[in-house]
């Protein structure tokens, strides 16, 4: 077996480092299309950001016997979409891309939707139904980034396990209450 070199040269290692160094993260080496990478990340945001919204609705208007547990669900995963969100923020950022923030056409971007839901049966089934849409999207994502972006990937399969935590836990939920 001939000996295949590991790594670049040190030397060529350190040219290709003072070459366009306002890219920042984004190296020669990287390999994936930045500009679909950073669309499909802002729909992710979108996603994020609207299913923050629906939580806490749903955490503010939950009401019933079995709120009070319910409720805290909510919040909970209110303030892990958000960190996802953050998460996807950042990377934007660092792929050298503007995160859309723009409340105008946020539900255009997402993939979930905003259902408010009647009650709180409704309002879990409705946050279920996005965090199944998430998965698939997320999962697609990765699929589609493989091995071309393994910084973005890495991070999208972070969140892909929570959102499948945030299934199981409502589907728990549902079984609680009698949905």
Same mark, same amino acid.
């Given at each position: ?9 040190? *030397? ?26 950073? *669309? ?13 919204? +629906?939580? *806490? ?31 996807? &923020? ?5 792929? &050298? ?27 879990? *089934? ?5 965090? +199944? ?44 209450? &009698? &949905?």
């Amino acid at each position: 077996m001939p000996d295949k070199p590991f790594l670049t040269d040190i *030397k060529t290692l350190r040219e290709r480092a003072r070459q366009h160094i306002e890219n920042g993260a984004v190296t020669e080496g990287y390999r994936a299309d930045r500009e679909t990478v950073v *669309k499909l990340l802002n729909e992710a945001l979108a996603t994020e950001i609207v299913c923050v919204l +629906r939580y *806490k609705r749903h955490y503010f208007m939950a009401s019933g016997i079995h709120a009070e547990g319910v409720a805290a669900e909510f919040l909970q995963h209110a303030n892990e979409e958000q960190g996802h969100a953050d998460l996807i &923020g950042q990377r934007i950022v660092q792929l &050298g891309g503007e995160p859309d923030l723009n409340p105008e056409g946020l539900l255009t971007r997402s993939h979930a939707e905003y259902v408010e839901g009647e009650n709180l049966l409704d309002m879990i *089934k409705e946050d279920l139904v996005a965090e +199944r849409i998430a998965i698939d999207s997320y999962r697609e994502m990765i699929n589609y980034l493989g091995n071309d972006d393994s910084t973005t990937r890495r991070m999208l399969e972070g969140i892909l396990a929570m959102e499948e935590e945030h299934a199981d836990d409502l589907v728990s939920l549902l079984a609680e209450i &009698g &949905g």
